[in-house]
């Protein structure tokens, strides 16, 4: 059911259906990442979590950046539906945004850091993903481009920095977080 929902929201994004073999290579590529981090994932790694030979992975994906590129794209996809759901239940809310985005990166620390910590590969994403992830930020936002990217600056270096372990372990994060985004949206 939930594969079935993914294909369907695959399509309607723009993005061409993984073969049932690509989307397990895919499954086991986040397994991994998640697990040990994006340093650990290689093709060889990645074979051997399959039980396969490298090679093998070549038919289904052209290099390791096109199997990044579709872990980004999850990840994308994952966020905005996060997002969308926060603004379904509390409209407006920056804040209920930034704790859904906070909430999201802190569960997929790996992940998170694979689409943010480089380069976005824009080009490869497909159509229409990165604007729909940014929708609900931009509708909290009342459209305003600038406001919108300075919240997403915000909660991306909270984020982040937490992620990093980078706050005093008696960091009142949550007060932090609420405090940041009123000076943002008040």
Known sequence: MQEQ??????????????????????????????ESGAEKLTMRSLADRLGIKAPSLYKHFPDKTAVEVELIAHMLAESAEVCEAAEAEHPGSLQALTDAYRAYALAHPHLYRLATERPLPRHALPQGLEDRAAGPLMRACDNDLDLARAAWAFAHGMAILEI???????????????????????
């Open 5 to 34: 929902q993914q294909e369907r929201r695959a399509e309607t994004e723009g993005r061409p259906r993984l073969t049932p073999r690509a989307r397990e290579i895919v499954a086991a590529a986040r397994d991994l990442l998640e």
């Open 164 to 186: 990093h372990g980078r706050f005093p372990e008696d960091a009142d994060l949550a007060t932090a977080w609420k405090r940041g985004v009123r000076a943002l949206h008040p």
